[in-house]
């Protein structure tokens, strides 16, 4: 299966926390970035965090720098995002994507890099 999937989503309060999860590509190569992006009403879908499947390096959007991180276990082909001390800001429809093996360099946070996308799992934060 390569449409990623994704689960999780929740209403919470400000200050706590949800773990989003994902079911990877079942790519024989692992070389493929996993990315973690969302959208609020009347925004533009933006990075929130990426994987590259292949070394385990992640890579974080400035706006959830410190409380969002981004893991895989490689074994389950999973993708995880644990959200700490959420935000209202945060609440938004987060989906999961998954670029083909051998993606450009450095565009891990490019959400054009991505070909194959989940159906979104929604995050409410109320203050």
């Known amino acids: ?51 590259y499947s292949f070394s385990g390096t992640t890579y974080d959007s400035n706006s959830v720098k410190g409380r969002f991180t981004v893991s895989r276990v490689g074994a389950e082909d999973m993708v995880y995002l644990q959200m700490n001390n959420l935000k209202p800001e945060d609440s938004a429809m987060y989906y999961c994507a998954a670029t083909r093996p051998e993606p450009p360099r450095n565009a891990c946070l490019d959400r054009t890099t991505y070909e194959y996308w989940g159906q979104g799992t929604r995050v409410t934060v109320s203050a």
Request: charged residues 15%; aromatic residues 10%; positive net charge.
């Open 1 to 51: 299966q390569v449409q990623p999937v994704e689960s999780g989503g929740s209403a919470v309060q400000a200050g706590g926390s949800l773990r989003l999860s994902c079911s990877a590509p079942g790519f024989k190569s692992k070389t493929y970035y996993m990315g973690w992006f969302r959208q609020a009403p009347g925004k533009q879908r933006e990075a929130v965090a990426c994987i």
